[in-house]
């Protein structure tokens, strides 16, 4: 699903964020991508989502090289691809329903089946009783639920988070990873950008660490 092969990437100025970055992640595994701030975590996560390009090297999503995906379908490309933020980046000003349906119709999918959607991916993160609440109303936790809905709710087969537990406390952290093997336990693919070690180490999933922007080590725990 996920592939990095020889894989920089270089800023205006000389700062290279990543370093020859090699790395496999098949379908369905869910993983942790960890390293310390700065190491380059997200600048891999926007090399997937097509936010950044590479300098050297190739990433393959689904067998796909992305060099080869124009400016023009990358819109088309993300489709494929649930993005989660540390700071949910949710409109304030529309109620749960509307931010979760967003992505839905901005895809032109035709109302019954947003309506069908956006409620399901509500029951999947337990807010269904929350559609016509708004944001700013929600506790932390509750923010990050919708966020994840959203991302889910037009069902890619892979799941991006950056630091998505970053801001709650670890009763609520380890409520917002269950989430996410649940959607792994199905089948779509996770990968998990965060620095919070005693979770990770808790928890029987792989874990690619970056140091200084070069995968230092590759663990997996069921190994």
């Not at 540390?86 to 409109?91: I, K, P, R, S, W």
């Not at 000003?93 to 931010?99: A, E, G, L, Q, S």
């Amino acid at each position: 699903m996920i592939r990095f092969t020889a894989t920089s990437k270089r800023y205006p100025g000389g700062y290279e964020a990543l370093s020859n970055v090699n790395f496999y992640i098949p379908a369905g595994q869910m993983a942790f991508l960890t390293g310390h701030s700065g190491a380059g975590k997200s600048t891999l996560l926007k090399l997937i989502a097509l936010l950044e390009r590479p300098s050297r090297g190739q990433v393959f999503i689904n067998n796909q090289n992305l060099a080869r995906i124009s400016r023009r379908r990358i819109p088309y490309f993300r489709r494929n691809i649930g993005i989660i933020f540390q700071d949910h980046q949710l409109l304030f000003d529309r109620t749960v329903f509307d931010n979760v349906a967003l992505p839905l119709i901005i895809a032109g999918q035709p109302r019954g089946e947003v309506d069908r959607r956006v409620r399901a991916a509500l029951d999947k993160v337990g807010l269904l009783g929350k559609e016509k609440a708004y944001p700013i109303t929600l506790s932390g936790g509750e923010q990050q639920r919708v966020g994840i809905a959203r991302a889910v709710v037009n069902k890619p087969p892979l799941l991006l988070a950056d630091e998505p537990t970053g801001n709650l406390d670890p009763t609520l952290s380890t409520e917002i990873m269950r989430i996410f093997e649940d959607f792994s336990q199905v089948g779509v693919t996770v990968l998990v950008a965060s620095h919070d070690l005693a979770l990770i180490s808790s928890l029987p999933y792989r874990r690619l660490t970056l140091e200084q922007g070069r995968l230092s080590t590759d663990s997996d725990p069921a190994e």
